[in-house]
């Protein structure tokens, strides 16, 4: 089978190539760090993190680069609301990203590059673009000549005469900056240094870089001229991810990246989740259950206590798995809009409900089926069939939904014979059929980091009790009754339900039993 995804400079599915056979270099554009992420940012890193994972399972050596905006108007006005500094701001909130990420599951890149750690590598960029006439200087700013890049607009597929200049929110709009401007559509490479900001070194006077040539300068430094895959939102698409091109292309002669891949917006009502628009739930806000479902007439505030935003006065929901935010996320195709509303968070709980049901049946119920619990991690053997499937669909430009009704299918199964073993001791199906099922389905479910976490299993091993020792107190209960001690039989079982594990006598003398 052929890995086909969707190219958003060629605006069609074709066969993935790398450039060097058996590799992939993909580069994903970061967070600027000013506050904490909500469940659009979730959205787009847990799609990276799939895609980055699947490419592995098939067998590819991935280097994975993702950076942080660590200079930025967003971040500098976060530092002078709350008294701080640039660094101290971009510090925290790099932090607080690592912890709602590990909390998604979410591979570390291998590599984390920084604007403010990348300075020579984007001042030496600059000098090449404006040696070779496609930059500019003027009064301490450089600008970037857009009329002089022929292609530019070829990933937006916009024409220059129908863009505006400061699309992207962040270009100065002051008349007198704009006025530095040989064009409107030009963009600023180097900003000259205001009073009170940091400021850098350079040959045009003291300043900081643009916002776009701080990504091409940092997938150059980590990648090399070309790379593979170059991925983000597609409210980068323009003009974040049409400057780069622009800049890199202009100074290297060469593509940037053969594959372009946008995911879509998490919305709300329709509408984009985004912190302008104040309808956005942080990561940690909506795993702690302290959001309201309605999030445009109860709009979050930033910044309150320890999570990025509260609904004080208002309903709390129950909080969310970790797991499940993932599985509402990948129960979509990643170029699909996803809606965020409590009930496609509910049909997310349940969903993962059911795949944790599927994921434990081997700790539940290997030890009845003979499988050596010490060793499960150790168990092969595949359902070719399954993992046919899975592949069929995630080969077609990451079909996420096609590959989880595969997951679905067998976790429901498994939930049924493990039904059957705890209702009846045993089951009509081979315990080998159902290690390969139950072995396939851990393993698939893991290339879309969809595993069980710690706390999870905990709470299936309430106790910390064995199945031997579960077993040896079963024993004693059944000593006790046959001496007629009633009272200790009573005590037995009562202990054992305290501690999560559900004691079922049968007709013929024989007690079975299950955890939870």
Same mark, same amino acid.
């Given at each position: 089978?052929?890995?086909?995804?969707?190219?958003?400079?060629?605006?069609?599915?074709?066969?993935?190539?790398?450039?060097?056979?058996?590799?992939?270099?993909?580069?994903?554009?970061?967070?600027?760090?000013?506050?904490?992420?909500?469940?659009?940012?979730?959205?787009?890193?847990?799609?990276?993190?799939?895609?980055?994972?699947?490419?592995?399972?098939?067998?590819?050596?991935?280097?994975?680069?993702?950076?942080?905006?660590?200079?930025?108007?967003?971040?500098?006005?976060?530092?002078?609301?709350?008294?701080?500094?640039?660094?101290?701001?971009?510090?925290?909130?790099?932090?607080?990203?690592?912890?709602?990420?590990?909390?998604?599951?979410?591979?570390?890149? @291998?590599? $984390?590059?920084?604007?403010?750690?990348?300075? *020579?590598?984007? &001042?030496?960029?600059?000098?090449? %673009? +404006?040696?070779?006439?496609?930059?500019?200087?003027?009064?301490? @700013?450089? $600008?970037?000549?857009?009329?002089?890049?022929? *292609?530019?607009? &070829?990933?937006?597929?916009?024409? %220059? +005469?129908?863009?505006?200049?400061?699309?992207?929110?962040?270009?100065?709009?002051?008349?007198?900056?704009?006025?530095?401007?040989?064009?409107?559509?030009?963009?600023?490479?180097?900003?000259?240094?205001?009073?009170?900001?940091?400021?850098?070194?350079?040959?045009?006077?003291?300043?900081?870089?643009?916002?776009?040539?701080?990504?091409?300068?940092?997938?150059?430094?980590?990648?090399?001229?070309?790379?593979?895959?170059?991925?983000?939102?597609?409210?980068?698409?323009?003009?974040?991810?049409?400057?780069?091109?622009?800049?890199?292309?202009?100074?290297?002669?060469?593509?940037?990246?053969?594959?372009?891949?946008?995911?879509?917006?998490?919305?709300?009502?329709?509408?984009?989740?985004?912190?302008?628009?104040?309808?956005?739930?942080?990561?940690?806000?909506?795993?702690?259950?302290?959001?309201?479902?309605?999030?445009?007439?109860?709009?979050?505030?930033?910044?309150?206590?320890?999570?990025?935003?509260?609904?004080?006065?208002?309903?709390?929901?129950?909080?969310?798995?970790?797991?499940?935010?993932?599985?509402?996320?990948?129960?979509?195709?990643?170029?699909?809009?996803?809606?965020?509303?409590?009930?496609?968070?509910?049909?997310?709980?349940?969903?993962?409900?059911?795949?944790?049901?599927?994921?434990?049946?081997?700790?539940?119920?290997?030890?009845?089926?003979?499988?050596?619990?010490?060793?499960?991690?150790?168990?092969?053997?595949?359902?070719?069939?399954?993992?046919?499937?899975?592949?069929?669909?995630?080969?077609?430009?990451?079909?996420?939904?096609?590959?989880?009704?595969?997951?679905?299918?067998?976790?429901?199964?498994?939930?049924?014979?493990?039904?059957?073993?705890?209702?009846?001791?045993?089951?009509?199906?081979?315990?080998?059929?159902?290690?390969?099922?139950?072995?396939?389905?851990?393993?698939?479910?893991?290339?879309?980091?969809?595993?069980?976490?710690?706390?999870?299993?905990?709470?299936?091993?309430?106790?910390?009790?064995?199945?031997?020792?579960?077993?040896?107190?079963?024993?004693?209960?059944?000593?006790?009754?046959?001496?007629?001690?009633?009272?200790?039989?009573?005590?037995?079982?009562?202990?054992?339900?305290?501690?999560?594990?559900?004691?079922?006598?049968?007709?013929?003398?024989?007690?079975?039993?299950?955890?939870?």
């Amino acid at each position: 089978m052929t890995l086909t995804l969707y190219n958003s400079l060629t605006r069609r599915e074709s066969p993935f190539e790398p450039i060097e056979p058996g590799k992939v270099r993909m580069y994903c554009c970061g967070v600027t760090v000013y506050d904490y992420c909500h469940v659009g940012h979730a959205r787009a890193y847990i799609v990276w993190d799939m895609v980055r994972r699947y490419l592995m399972w098939r067998g590819y050596d991935v280097r994975y680069v993702q950076n942080f905006t660590d200079i930025d108007d967003k971040i500098l006005n976060r530092a002078r609301e709350t008294n701080s500094t640039m660094e101290a701001v971009a510090e925290r909130f790099i932090e607080e990203y690592f912890v709602d990420m590990d909390k998604l599951n979410i591979l570390r890149a @291998d590599e $984390y590059p920084r604007a403010t750690h990348t300075m *020579d590598g984007i &001042k030496r960029l600059i000098h090449e %673009l +404006e040696n070779k006439g496609y930059a500019y200087a003027s009064g301490g @700013d450089v $600008y970037y000549n857009v009329r002089q890049f022929a *292609d530019y607009g &070829k990933l937006s597929g916009r024409k %220059l +005469e129908e863009m505006q200049a400061g699309a992207s929110g962040r270009l100065e709009t002051a008349e007198i900056e704009a006025q530095k401007k040989q064009d409107s559509s030009d963009f600023a490479l180097w900003k000259s240094a205001k009073p009170g900001e940091p400021a850098w070194d350079s040959s045009w006077g003291k300043g900081r870089p643009g916002w776009h040539i701080e990504c091409s300068a940092m997938v150059r430094d980590c990648l090399g001229e070309t790379i593979d895959i170059h991925c983000g939102g597609s409210d980068l698409t323009f003009p974040h991810h049409e400057n780069e091109i622009a800049q890199s292309e202009a100074a290297t002669g060469k593509s940037l990246a053969n594959y372009w891949m946008h995911n879509a917006f998490v919305t709300v009502n329709g509408k984009k989740m985004s912190k302008s628009l104040h309808n956005f739930i942080t990561i940690r806000d909506l795993l702690d259950g302290n959001w309201s479902g309605d999030l445009e007439s109860n709009p979050p505030q930033p910044l309150l206590g320890k999570g990025g935003s509260q609904n004080e006065g208002s309903e709390k929901s129950k909080a969310v798995e970790p797991m499940a935010v993932r599985l509402f996320v990948l129960m979509a195709q990643y170029r699909s809009q996803i809606d965020f509303t409590e009930e496609a968070i509910a049909s997310a709980k349940n969903g993962w409900h059911t795949l944790k049901e599927g994921l434990l049946f081997g700790s539940q119920h290997g030890s009845k089926l003979g499988w050596d619990v010490e060793k499960i991690e150790q168990l092969t053997g595949q359902d070719s069939t399954l993992v046919q499937q899975f592949q069929s669909a995630m080969d077609n430009d990451f079909n996420t939904p096609g590959a989880l009704t595969v997951l679905f299918e067998v976790a429901k199964e498994l939930g049924k014979e493990g039904n059957v073993l705890v209702h009846q001791g045993k089951t009509e199906t081979s315990p080998d059929l159902l290690q390969q099922k139950w072995v396939s389905l851990v393993n698939l479910a893991g290339v879309l980091g969809l595993e069980v976490q710690p706390e999870a299993e905990t709470e299936i091993s309430v106790g910390g009790l064995t199945d031997g020792e579960i077993e040896a107190m079963i024993q004693q209960r059944k000593d006790a009754r046959k001496a007629k001690n009633f009272a200790e039989g009573d005590r037995i079982r009562n202990e054992l339900k305290d501690k999560g594990i559900t004691l079922i006598d049968q007709k013929d003398g024989t007690t079975i039993w299950h955890r939870g």
